[in-house]
C-alpha cells in the first residue's frame, strides 16, 4: 500500500513559482508512473505531468515552459516545480501513482495564484 501526501501549496502573486512534493510512505516501487493533476472549482480534473519510471515525460500545453516535473526515488518523493505562474493555475493539486488505473492518489495541496 502506498500513500502519498502533498505539500508545497500555497498563496503566490501571478509570475511567481512554488515548488510541490508529493512524499511517499513506504516503498513506491521505481516503476511506477508518477505525476500531478489538477481540479479548479467547477472544473474537471484535468493532467498536469507525469513521469514514468524510465524518467520519460509528458505534461499539458497549458504548463509547458513553466512546469517541470522530476522524481527521486531514493526518497519516495516526486517535485513538481511551477514557474511563471498564472491566475488560471489556481486548483487543488493532486498527487498521483501506479502502473496504471486506479492509481493511488494523495489528498491534494491549494494552489492560489492571484493576479
Known amino acids: 500500500q502506498v500513500q502519498l501526501v502533498e505539500s508545497g501549496g500555497g498563496l503566490v502573486q501571478a509570475g511567481g513559482s512554488l515548488r510541490l512534493t508529493c512524499a511517499a510512505s513506504g516503498t513506491m516501487p521505481s516503476i511506477f508512473t508518477v505525476g500531478w493533476s489538477r481540479q479548479a472549482p467547477g472544473k474537471q480534473r484535468e493532467l498536469v505531468a507525469s513521469?514514468?519510471?524510465?524518467?520519460?515525460?509528458n505534461s499539458a500545453d497549458s504548463v509547458k515552459g513553466r512546469f517541470t516535473i522530476s522524481r527521486d526515488n531514493a526518497k519516495n518523493t516526486v517535485h513538481l516545480q511551477m514557474n511563471s505562474l498564472k491566475p488560471e493555475d489556481t486548483a487543488v493539486y493532486y498527487c498521483y501513482a501506479g502502473v496504471g488505473p486506479p492509481w493511488y492518489w494523495g489528498q491534494g495541496t491549494q494552489v492560489t495564484v492571484s493576479s
Open positions: 513521469i514514468t519510471g524510465g524518467g520519460s515525460t
